[in-house]
């Protein structure tokens, strides 16, 4: 992402903090508006325009989406008045926004990364879904109801909500990398960072306590630890963490010594 980017998306996480209203119905409509978006490229180029008046964009966002709550469409005035590297930017602080909002309307209720994250899980596991899900010839609205009706009642609304928008927008990405990336806004939302670590069987506690103070000093903040068992790992742990892996397990070390031996 580019630097305007990054510094408006850091200005939406405020907004969503200070937004009015019922958080899920705000995810909703910014995820509606998110969709809408990527069906009219014209409008996104416009309403990202830094040439053009503030007032005038927010005059065209409030027409176009007038069937949105009040709530809404405040949000949305508050980022088009923000710059944006590409207009596509403004598209996914939608999303980002609509992500955040529905975290905050889980609270602790749900684990809402770990669903996600499952999610994935689950939709690789069966190649006819994952074509399904990742059809370009369905219909937006098609992607969703199989995203839907696959999760059913197994996770969160919240979870299911965040995957059936991802599915119906999916901007070329593939589907694991988009629930992925949503378990890190989620995780992001209440202020932790999301490291998948893959081990070669269930973490004991002391173990998992190791993990967070590595990560704590590493990263400068708590973690939420997703675990995923690799028997290939052997034993020790390989820690993801965005797009840094941190490995410890032993068949790495013993891959470096057969390696060693080999020079």
């Not at 949503?182 to 939302?189: G, L, M, P, Q, T």
């Not at 790495?252 to 020079?263: F, H």
């Amino acid at each position: 992402m580019g630097a305007q980017t990054n510094q408006s998306l850091a200005a939406t996480k405020a907004f969503v903090a200070g937004a009015r209203g019922d958080a899920m119905a705000l995810a909703e409509g910014l995820f509606a508006a998110a969709l809408a978006l990527s069906s009219s490229p014209p409008l996104r180029n416009q309403l990202a325009d830094a040439s053009l008046d503030v007032s005038l964009r927010q005059k065209l966002a409030d027409k176009v989406f007038a069937s949105l709550s009040t709530d809404v469409k405040a949000l949305m005035s508050q980022s088009v008045e923000l710059r944006w590297s590409r207009p596509e930017d403004l598209q996914m602080a939608f999303e980002d926004m609509g992500i955040r909002l529905a975290a905050q309307s889980a609270g602790d209720s749900a684990d809402v990364v770990g669903e996600l994250l499952a999610i994935s899980t689950l939709v690789h596991g069966n190649a006819d879904v994952e074509l399904g899900l990742g059809s370009k010839r369905a219909a937006a609205s098609a992607r969703s109801a199989l995203m839907e009706k696959l999760v059913g009642t197994k996770v969160s609304s919240q979870a299911a909500a965040i995957a059936a928008h991802l599915v119906a927008d999916p901007r070329g990405r593939k589907i694991g990398a988009m629930l992925n990336h949503a378990a890190e806004i989620v995780s992001d939302e209440h202020g932790m960072g999301l490291a998948v670590v893959h081990v070669s069987r269930a973490l004991k506690p002391a173990q998992r306590s190791q993990i967070d103070a590595l990560l704590v000093n590493r990263f400068g903040r708590a973690h939420y630890l997703a675990e995923q068992v690799d028997t290939s790992i052997v034993g020790g742990a390989r820690i993801r963490v965005g797009d840094m892996i941190i490995d410890g397990s032993i068949a790495t070390r013993l891959q470096d010594l057969r390696t060693k031996l080999a020079g």
